[in-house]
């Protein structure tokens, strides 16, 4: 992201510097500051003074004395060339004066402020050598802020190749995204904190010994260990007898940091569990407090919405931010092409077998080697061999193990050494070889050499053997990284997941910077505590803060710091870790994301290739039968064939068979078929050939000659015809001055137009096709099209073609195979019998939209509901209950109450298998068990039917009394557990859950190789290195194996409370326990197996840290860099690659992936709108000045901020518990209670001002009304009962409900909560999935594990005893809560368990089917499921994520439409239905970027019109209808939209083009003839006998009625005289209906101006001629679009005044003053 170099293609564009100024004034006196070589020194200046700073500990100075002086002696030397360079740069630039003054620039400032704290550094040293000031002491915080000054060293590079101004830009929206999102995530936390306070407390009671005192509590008088009880009966933990429920007096420190006493307190511990680090012991603790239903819905709610939901939400934010400077900084990060490993180039030769590329190498170094031994370089076999060599090497070191009392660890020199030497000898013979074929110089240029070099180089080390098995063994398991050659799959993936080095590698750096810089500060922050290991030295304080860095474990340092600083500063440490660890782990870790995912796109031109290349590939597929069904090919034709002696006259001749008559119809010549057709129909002429197209080779290279010649004409015609002929590329064109996106994108539409003025199918395009296809000319398509527009039009027809064919080829199978489509090759194709069990197969509820009559949109109460009714068959409907009902009653089951002995389970059972029974009898019957097109068994939801219902029948008929562990019985078993898997066959959209999983199964599999192969590099050092040195004597005291003998006394563990005794007191409780020497509990390095598991177990985050200890403790210091690297590349990179993997893949299976930007923002855009509702907000009211008044007050934006202030204020109240024992309840209830009086007074005021009818049609309104209604309930009944248990709920629920108001005021937080929402609905059938895959799990764990005894973390709340206990323990393990702990207590083993005869008597567990149970869960649901979450979130996060730069609409353009459309819609019905006349006044009075200009824009907007008009056939349009039409108006179509939705825009748009132009045309000769006629009635005696003439006027009466307009009553009684014959002047003039004008010439049509400076003519002659049938008949189909009805007015005579045809309908100003413009323009273009 960081670098210096600037571009040098074409025109360099200047860097955005954001580093110092450092050439300023370089001509005067002082010009050493300026100098690069002074520069470098003061940044290795700067290095210095960071090592010094790390070294300033006393502890350090403890172990290493003489360090005290070379650190005072490295500042003293630093602080002064500082100094010199601030006196310097303050000579130069000045002090404060001037304006680059040195106080006046921000880095000069920084740098003031380091320079005073290396001298505030230096004397407090001093101080520290002389003895003034005590080594620990709280002084050394002076020196926190002086790690920052390795800011100097990388401020040099923050200098980006774009525009400042742009840089500014992408980080001020970023940062605006991320304070937003973190507001959000901050009113999470604070409605968690709140419920917490009310629904917890303080949770102070323990079980003690009768008689202790509260106030002087031992460890000898707690249970063992602690456990947390409930003072009350029959809710949470009872104590045992002997011991009683009392409440600890203790003090903050020494109970704890966490709880929920008060807000703050809560605050904390709701940040702390929603980390997913420590939560479960914290909802234990208030399950053994309080009713269990508390807890259970508090912790398990607040993981999924802030853990889940609203933390990655983060991610999505900064993925979002990184795609969009993706493409700004793409020259920095380097390309993203595949790797130019080698200088060579690639050229295209032509042989025998035909068409190959081969590799030329152009600089050509050559070695000294003879040509024979470099042909043998080329050679493939000699590659092979090296990487079979490389895997010999690498299963030999596997076969490496250890026994710690067998095999002494520090032998070294054994088989395995001198096997290594072998490795290494020929591996440095092959560098040599290589070397002597290449020259060095050819060598070295290709950076897998440089690799393979600096292999030969350590390894040759290595073997040394006083360097064998140490560090150096990191250069000989590196070797194996070499196999990823042996698969370019697998080498490609590496590329383009890792993309340019210097992206992750400035991402690597930043992070390693920030570690090393936070490590730094809190040493010195925190050093100054005697015996505190955490911050003592600088390695230690590094392990602490790469601790929090992980997650894992970060809160125990984080407490144990607490517990060093005291009570009064541990809030201050709290804030500054939790801040530490909000940062790494929502930005440093989501840009870890972001650059994988970044990697893993597609640049826009490929994506559209693959577009188009996906629909090629879904024709071609369509077209084959399943292997099933292609079996009937391989054998002979047998049709039922019919022989008639006689054919009587009442019977007709039977079907003669297609397939018979096809091989005569397909007979004939390959180059002289359809010629006639081609000739008629340039459709035909675009299919493709069917003999050339099914031309084998083999016959293609027999055609000789002209034959030949003829072939390849006509493919080349073939192909020609596929590109598109009559469309040009969308590039937006730019227009001048500022203009609307409408007017913009239709000006666009217009440009490309003007060129190809006719649309495909019409006459023109034909013409011009006929031209091109005569001979074939291609280079006209070259030119004047580019290659990039493909003719969706063959797609389709090729898709088409491709089911026909699939569809005849059925056909042809099922005439000439009697058992085809047969079911069971037994009942009959066409029996009753199958009839009927296809209807009931296939029943189910049609929903329907619409009227299939009228084609209006039906209404319905339960239009919600209909759907998911039809979403599958009823038959499905019936199993989806039977089979979730089943897996109820299988909840029931325990290791004591078996469905084998309890009659209700078996009858449970019986149903169940009865039910399937009939349902997989019908549907075989119905569609067949497999040898049919819709065969039952047709894919693998089939066989997982089949599959369960055998296994379900098997145990029903069995149902085995005696069930050993390991039998077949309980496989048989565990295998029934799959029931809860039938869901996902039954439900569709559960299908497609599990399609998108396994669509990315090969990347999913490539990050697991690749993690494997990781897990291996490292656990073959840790064999190495660690084999059989782990193993010590479980009592410390004992250092030696012979001495590793007897008893000794072990503390036990009681309680975390810091109460006395202390644990080394004799009296702390502790128990007799026999030593043994042996190896860790859960993990050693003996052998490459249990070096596998325990590096699996370390890449889950869960079990590092001890890990890390024990290396450290009983190995070396040193070799714990070999944990933290492990860690940090598996986590950090290899874990992100997971997230990475999934999202693409689900972005990929939903169509998302091959999006481009522009068709990304507009699937974005289409879900904004279809978000969007009207706002339903009544009009300012005139008529009465009290609502006037109220609707002023309410609107106002100070009274909106004022209510969600007191919306705040009332939520505070509940910082401390609601408990009617205390006296401050009363008296904050009453003040709530206040609160709710003055909300009940905003309802009125707001019911006032909007009128009943108004308040009611907004949802928030709603909403505001119920919470105020339930607190004045809850009012009533607090004063009523005086704040009891019962008022005292509903008054907090009613605050929390209330708070849920401030989203709404909030247009980020609505923006955000609308993201988690829809995530939410979307994510249902992922979350299900992931249950049901949950309670698969939690069945198979309670045959398996239900008896296990307990053990370190398997107890009391978190084991296998029920299904219910089950499913909270794999909830558990979904959050990584030492799963690795629970399954090592599963794999207990004799002698510490006793076996039985079945598997509910015994207490021992299954090491195999732990590993298997626990290792599938946790990758299948944390790695995958889980990712599919983030997945779903950042499609929604995208959905709102809207900027005002952006081309498509932004939220103030959908707001102004609302606000418009909320003004016009004066009914506001709740489901937004205007009339199309008012829909067209919306389109005249929006503002902003969808502004239509009717003097410029006329044109558009009368296209506009006709759309709307034919959305419903002239029926009433709804919200929706018309901003799609503005959003499809206002973008760049050929952008934005994917090719088959823009062939269906191009053909409405063409057809609305060419229909207004019909329509201008039809008006434009009716007003020339009215002209013509009112001419001829100029005369006064034409006038004079039209007086005397009334039938004259009674023929003119039904033109009156049907010219009418929406709103002009047509009962008006026609008054005689000229008025009369004024109305009938208007009406005779009237155009025909649905004539449109327009004043465009495109289409040969006069403007309206031209019409009106012509003399009028035949005036009389069209007030009495009956119209054309025929232009009657066709303008039925048009919707009624006239000028009368765009203008408000209709036309008139040019020398007589003009009034409103409105009549004063709209009453708003706006309205009016529109009118009166109109009319004014439309009397000076007439006059």
């Given at each position: 992201?960081?670098?210096?170099k600037q ?15 450092e050439?300023?004034n ?9 100098k690069?070589?002074?520069?470098r020194?003061?940044r ?12 300033n ?5 403890d ?5 005290m002086?070379?650190?005072f ?5 630093v602080?002064?060339m500082f ?8 000579h130069?630039?000045?002090?404060a004066?001037?304006d ?7 880095w ?44 100097r ?8 190749q774009?525009?400042?101004t ?6 001020k ?5 991320i ?17 917490g306070?009310q ?8 079980c003690?010994r009768?008689?202790?005192d509260?106030e ?6 707690l ?26 007096e203790?003090s903050r ?6 709880g929920?006493g008060?807000?703050?307190t809560?605050?904390f511990?709701v ?12 909802m ?10 508390r807890?259970?819905?508090?912790f398990?709610?607040m993981i ?7 933390k990655?939400?983060f ?12 493409v700004h900084?793409?020259q ?11 200088d060579?180039s ?10 190959r590329?081969?590799?030329?190498d152009?600089s ?5 080697a003879p ?6 370089l ?12 490389v895997l ?5 070191v ?6 710690h009392q ?5 032998d070294?020199?054994?088989?395995y050494?001198?096997a ?8 440095d013979l ?11 110089h ?9 690799f ?16 064998y098995?140490?560090?150096?063994t ?7 990284i070499?196999?990823i050659?042996?698969?370019?799959v ?5 590329w ?21 810089i936070?490590?730094?500060?809190s040493?010195?922050?925190f ?11 600088f390695?230690?304080?590094?392990m ?6 992980t ?22 440490v709290?804030?500054y ?11 440093v870790?989501s840009?870890?994301?972001?650059v ?6 597609l640049?826009?031109?490929i994506?559209?290739?693959k ?14 039968l ?12 047998r049709p039922q ?23 005569f ?10 010629a006639?057709?081609?000739?008629d129909?340039?459709?035909?002429a ?7 197209l ?5 016959k ?10 003829k072939l390849?004409v006509?493919?080349i015609i073939r ?18 001055g500022?203009?609307s ?5 239709h000006q666009i539409?217009m ?14 395009s ?19 099209h580019?290659m990039d ?14 089911e ?6 059925e056909?042809d ?17 066409d ?9 009931v197969?296939?029943?189910?509820y049609?929903?329907?939209k ?13 239009k919600?509901i209909q759907?998911?009714i ?22 029931f ?18 149903v ?6 009939i ?7 119905a569609n067949?068990?497999f040898?049919?097109?819709?065969a ?13 219902y055998a ?12 069930v ?21 066959i ?23 190789i ?13 064999v190495?290195?660690?084999g ?8 410390p005291?004992?250092?030696s194996?012979?001495?590793?003998t ?6 036990l ?8 005794p202390?644990?080394s ?17 859960n ?15 370390v890449?889950s ?20 860099v070999?944990?933290?690297?492990f ?10 690659l ?25 699937q974005?855009?289409?879900?904004r ?5 009207p706002l339903h ?14 609707y002023?007050?309410t609107?106002?934006i100070a ?9 705040l204020?009332n ?9 009617s ?9 009453t003040v ?7 909300f ?13 009818a108004?308040?009611?049609q907004?949802?928030r309104?709603?909403?505001d009304?119920?919470?105020?209604c ?9 004063f009523?009962f005086?704040?009891?248990d019962?008022s ?5 629920f ?7 108001t ?9 923006m ?6 829809v ?8 979350i299900?999935?992931?249950?049901l895959?949950?309670l698969?799990?939690?069945f198979?764990?309670v045959i ?26 794999l ?10 702990k ?7 083993a004799p002698p ?12 021992c ?8 149970f626990?290792?599938?869960?946790y ?30 609409l932004?939220?103030?353009d ?13 009914n506001?019905?709740?489901h937004?239905?205007?009339s ?6 919306v389109?005249?009075l929006?503002k902003?970027r969808?502004?239509v200009d009717l003097?410029?824009?006329r ?11 034919k959305l ?6 709804t919200?929706?209808?018309v901003l ?11 952008k934005s939209?994917?090719l088959?939705?823009l ?9 609305i ?20 006629r009112?001419?001829?009635?100029s ?6 006998r ?5 039938v ?6 039904p ?10 009553d047509?009962?008006?009684a026609?008054a ?12 005779t003039?009237?155009p025909?209906?649905g004539m ?5 010439r495109?289409?040969l049509?006069?403007?309206l101006?031209?019409g ?15 119209r054309?049938p025929?232009?009657?008949?066709s ?7 006239l ?16 009034g409103?045809?409105l009549g004063?309908k709209?009453?708003t100003?706006?309205?009016q ?5 109109c009319v ?7 006059q």
């Amino acid at each position: 992201m960081l670098t210096r170099k600037q571009s040098v293609r074409g025109e360099t564009t200047a860097m955005a510097d954001y580093g110092p100024d450092e050439n300023l004034n370089e001509n005067t006196d002082i010009e050493w500051v300026n100098k690069q070589l002074v520069r470098r020194v003061l940044r290795g200046c700067a290095l210095l003074s960071l090592i010094s700073v790390s070294m300033n500990t006393p502890k350090t100075f403890d172990l290493y004395p003489h360090l005290m002086y070379v650190t005072f002696t490295i500042d003293l030397i630093v602080t002064f060339m500082f100094s010199a360079e601030t006196i310097a740069k303050m000579h130069i630039r000045g002090i404060a004066k001037g304006d680059t003054a040195y106080l006046k620039d921000k880095w000069c400032q920084f740098d003031g402020i380091m320079v005073l704290c290396l001298w505030v550094s230096a004397i407090l040293q001093v101080f520290e050598i002389t003895g003034v000031v005590e080594h620990y002491s709280r002084w050394s915080i002076i020196r926190a802020p002086r790690p920052l000054i390795l800011i100097r060293v990388f401020r040099v590079f923050l200098k980006f190749q774009l525009p400042k101004t742009r840089i500014e830009s992408i980080f001020k929206r970023s940062s605006q995204q991320i304070y937003n999102v973190t507001i959000f995530f901050l009113f999470f936390m604070s409605l968690y904190g709140i419920l917490g306070v009310q629904f917890f407390g303080e949770m102070n009671y323990h079980c003690v010994r009768n008689g202790t005192d509260p106030e002087h509590v031992s460890a000898n008088d707690l249970a063992i260990p602690d456990t947390y009880c409930s003072p009350h009966n029959n809710s949470g933990y009872e104590c045992p007898r002997g011991m009683e429920c009392k409440p600890l007096e203790l003090s903050r420190s020494d109970r704890g940091f966490n709880g929920f006493g008060e807000f703050a307190t809560s605050f904390f511990t709701v940040y702390e569990a929603a980390s997913q680090e420590g939560w479960v012991f914290i909802m234990y603790r208030a399950i053994d407090s309080l009713p269990s239903w508390r807890g259970y819905v508090f912790f398990i709610s607040m993981i999924f919405f802030l853990a889940w939901l609203v933390k990655n939400v983060f991610i999505a934010v900064i993925i979002e931010t990184f795609a969009e400077i993706r493409v700004h900084f793409q020259q920095m990060w380097g390309s993203r092409s595949g790797t130019t490993d080698s200088d060579s180039s690639q050229v295209l030769v032509s042989d025998a077998d035909g068409w190959r590329m081969v590799t030329i190498d152009e600089s050509k170094p050559r070695g000294l080697a003879p040509p024979f031994f470099q042909r043998i370089l080329k050679m493939a076999w000699f590659h092979i061999l090296i990487l079979l060599l490389v895997l010999a090497n690498a299963i030999f070191v596997a076969t490496m193990q250890f026994d710690h009392q067998i095999i002494d660890p520090y032998d070294t020199i054994n088989r395995y050494y001198y096997a290594e030497v072998v490795f290494t000898i020929l591996f440095d013979l092959e560098a040599l070889f290589k070397i002597w074929c290449l020259g060095f110089h050819g060598y070295v240029r290709r950076s897998v050499h440089k690799f393979e070099l600096l292999l030969v180089i350590g390894t040759s080390l290595h073997i040394i053997p006083a360097f064998y098995r140490t560090q150096f063994t990191y250069f000989q398991v590196i070797r194996v990284i070499r196999l990823i050659k042996a698969s370019p799959v697998l080498e490609d993936f590496c590329w383009k997941i890792f993309g340019p080095g210097k992206k992750l590698g400035s991402l690597i750096l930043f992070t390693m910077c920030l570690l090393i810089i936070t490590s730094c500060v809190s040493l010195q922050l925190f050093c100054s505590f005697k015996d505190f290991q955490k911050f003592a030295t600088f390695p230690q304080a590094t392990m602490s803060m790469f601790q929090i860095l992980t997650q894992k474990g970060w809160n125990e340092v984080m407490h144990l710091t607490m517990w060093e600083t005291g009570e009064q500063f541990a809030p201050l440490v709290a804030i500054y870790f939790i801040f530490y660890h909000l940062f790494v782990t929502l930005i440093v870790v989501s840009l870890f994301v972001a650059v994988i995912l970044d990697n893993l796109e597609l640049d826009e031109d490929i994506k559209k290739l693959k577009q188009l290349k996906l629909r090629e590939q879904v024709a071609e597929t369509q077209q084959n039968l399943p292997l099933r069904l292609r079996i009937f090919e391989k054998f002979p034709d047998r049709p039922q064939m019919v022989h008639l002696n006689k054919l009587p006259s009442e019977f007709s001749t039977s079907r003669m068979r297609d397939s018979f008559m096809r091989q005569f119809l397909e007979q004939g010549s390959v180059f002289t078929r359809g010629a006639s057709k081609e000739a008629d129909i340039p459709l035909q002429a675009v299919r493709s050939d069917v003999g050339a197209l099914h031309m084998t080779p083999s016959k293609k290279k027999s055609l000789t000659g002209v034959a030949e010649k003829k072939l390849g004409v006509a493919e080349i015609i073939r192909d020609s015809n596929r590109q598109r002929i009559i469309t040009e590329d969308g590039v937006q064109v730019a227009i001048p001055g500022m203009r609307s996106l409408l007017s913009q994108q239709h000006q666009i539409r217009m440009d490309i137009r003007r060129s190809i003025r006719s649309r495909p199918g019409s006459l023109k395009s034909k013409n011009q096709y006929q031209k091109l296809r005569e001979n074939g000319n291609v280079g006209a398509i070259a030119t004047e099209h580019k290659m990039d527009d493909f003719d969706i039009k063959i797609l389709q027809q090729k898709r088409h073609e491709a089911e026909v064919k699939r569809s005849q080829q059925e056909e042809d199978l099922r005439e000439n195979h009697p058992y085809f489509d047969t079911p069971l090759f037994s009942v009959g194709r066409d029996s009753r019998f199958r009839k009927f069990c296809k209807v009931v197969v296939s029943a189910r509820y049609i929903y329907q939209k619409r009227d299939p009559i009228t084609g209006k949109e039906l209404k319905s109460k339960y239009k919600h509901i209909q759907p998911l009714i039809g979403l599958v068959t009823y038959l499905d409907w019936v199993m989806i209950i039977v089979t979730t009902l089943s897996c109820i009653s299988m909840m029931f089951e325990t290791p004591t109450q078996r469905v084998m002995n309890t009659p209700g389970l078996r009858i449970a059972e019986y149903v169940f298998v009865i039910c399937m029974s009939i349902e997989m009898s019908l549907k075989v019957m119905a569609n067949g068990l497999f040898f049919t097109p819709q065969a039952v068994v047709r894919d693998i939801g089939g066989v997982l039917d089949v599959f369960i219902y055998a296994v379900s029948l098997v145990f029903l008929c069995w149902m085995p009394e005696k069930v050993p562990q390991n039998s077949g019985a309980q496989i048989l078993m565990i295998l029934r557990c799959l029931r809860p898997l039938r869901i996902f066959i039954l439900v569709p959209h559960m299908r497609a859950v599990v399609y998108e999983l396994c669509r990315g199964f090969k990347e999913i599999l490539l990050v697991s190789i690749l993690l494997v192969l990781l897990m291996f590099v490292f656990a073959s050092y840790g064999v190495q290195l660690f084999g059989g040195k782990l193993a010590r004597c479980n009592d410390p005291l004992i250092k030696s194996r012979e001495n590793c003998t007897g008893i000794f006394l072990r503390p036990l563990f009681v309680t975390k409370l810091k109460v006395k005794p202390d644990v080394s007191n004799d009296s702390y409780p502790k128990i007799y326990v026999p030593r043994v020497w042996a190896n860790p509990r859960n993990f050693n390095f003996d052998n490459i197996g249990n070096a596998m598991q325990a590096l699996f177990e370390v890449l889950s985050l869960e079990g590092w840290l001890e890990v890390r200890d024990v290396i450290i403790e009983r190995v070396n210091s040193s070799h714990g860099v070999f944990i933290h690297l492990f860690v940090f590349i598996g986590c950090m990179i290899g874990l992100t690659l997971f997230v990475g993997v999934v999202i693409a893949n689900y972005m990929e299976n939903k169509g998302t992936a091959l999006l481009t930007v522009d068709q990304k923002r507009w699937q974005d855009l289409m879900g904004r709108i279809k978000l969007a509702q009207p706002l339903h907000i009544p009009p300012r009211p005139e008529h009465s000045w009290l609502r006037t008044l109220m609707y002023d007050i309410t609107q106002n934006i100070a009274f909106k901020r004022g209510v969600a202030f007191l919306v705040l204020a009332n939520y505070s109240l509940l910082a401390v518990p609601w408990l009617s024992e205390e006296p401050h309840t009363f008296a904050l209830a009453t003040v709530s209670a206040v609160f709710t009086m003055l909300f009940l007074l905003e309802v009125i005021m707001k019911n006032i001002a909007l009128s009943a009818a108004g308040y009611w049609q907004s949802r928030r309104n709603r909403f505001d009304m119920f919470v105020t209604c339930l607190g004045v309930i809850w009012i009533v009944l607090h004063f009523t009962f005086k704040a009891n248990d019962l008022s005292n709920p509903l008054g907090y629920f009613v605050i929390v409900l209330r708070f849920f108001t401030i989203t709404g005021k909030h247009a980020t937080l609505k923006m955000l909560m609308l993201t988690v929402v829809v995530s939410m609905f979307k994510s249902f059938f992922i979350i299900l999935g992931m249950f049901l895959l949950m309670l698969f799990y939690a069945f198979t764990g309670v045959i398996l594990f239900g008896c296990v005894k307990y053990g370190e973390d398997l107890g009391r709340q978190a084991n296998f005893k029920t299904a219910w206990n089950a499913v909270v323990l794999l909830f558990r393990i979904v959050t990584g809560e030492d799963w690795n702990k629970i399954m090592h207590d599963c794999m207990v083993a004799p002698p510490f368990c006793t076996r039985g005869s079945n598997f509910w008597k015994t207490d021992c567990g299954n090491f195999k089917a732990a590993l298997v149970f626990f290792c599938t869960f946790y990758v299948i649901i944390t790695y995958i499921v889980l990712n599919l979450l983030v997945a779903i979130i950042m499609e929604n996060f995208s959905l709102f994520y809207s900027n005002e730069e952006d081309a498509l609409l932004s939220y103030n353009d959908i707001r102004q439409f609302q606000t418009t459309w909320n003004l016009v819609n004066k009914n506001r019905k709740a489901h937004g239905v205007i009339s199309v006349r008012r829909a067209k006044l919306v389109l005249r009075l929006l503002k902003g970027r969808l502004e239509v200009d009717l003097e410029k824009d006329r044109l558009l907007f009368r296209h506009m019109c006709y759309e709307i008009e034919k959305l419903r056939n002239g029926d009433d349009v709804t919200f929706h209808d018309v901003l799609s039409m503005l959003a499809y108006r206002s973008v760049d179509i050929r952008k934005s939209l994917q090719l088959e939705e823009l062939l269906v825009r191009e053909e409405l748009e063409y057809t609305i083009e060419e229909e207004v132009a019909k329509q201008t045309i039809r008006n434009w000769l009716d007003k020339c003839l009215k002209r013509i006629r009112a001419k001829e009635h100029s005369n006064l005696i034409t006038n004079l006998r039209a007086t005397n003439e009334p039938v004259v006027m009674l023929e003119c009466i039904p033109t009156i009625t049907e010219t009418k307009e929406e709103g002009v009553d047509s009962s008006v009684a026609v008054a005689p005289g000229v008025r009369q014959r004024k109305k009938i002047e208007r009406n005779t003039s009237a155009p025909l209906p649905g004539m449109l004008q327009a004043p465009s010439r495109k289409y040969l049509a006069p403007s309206l101006s031209d019409g009106a400076s012509r003399p009028d003519k035949m005036s009389a002659v069209m007030g009495l001629k009956k119209r054309n049938p025929r232009l009657q008949s066709s303008s039925k189909n048009l919707p009624n679009l006239l000028e009368s009805e765009e203008m408000g007015t209709a036309p008139h005579d040019g020398d007589r005044p003009i009034g409103s045809s409105l009549g004063g309908k709209y009453s708003t100003l706006e309205v009016q003053n529109w009118w009166r413009t109109c009319v004014q323009g439309e009397s000076t273009s007439e006059q």
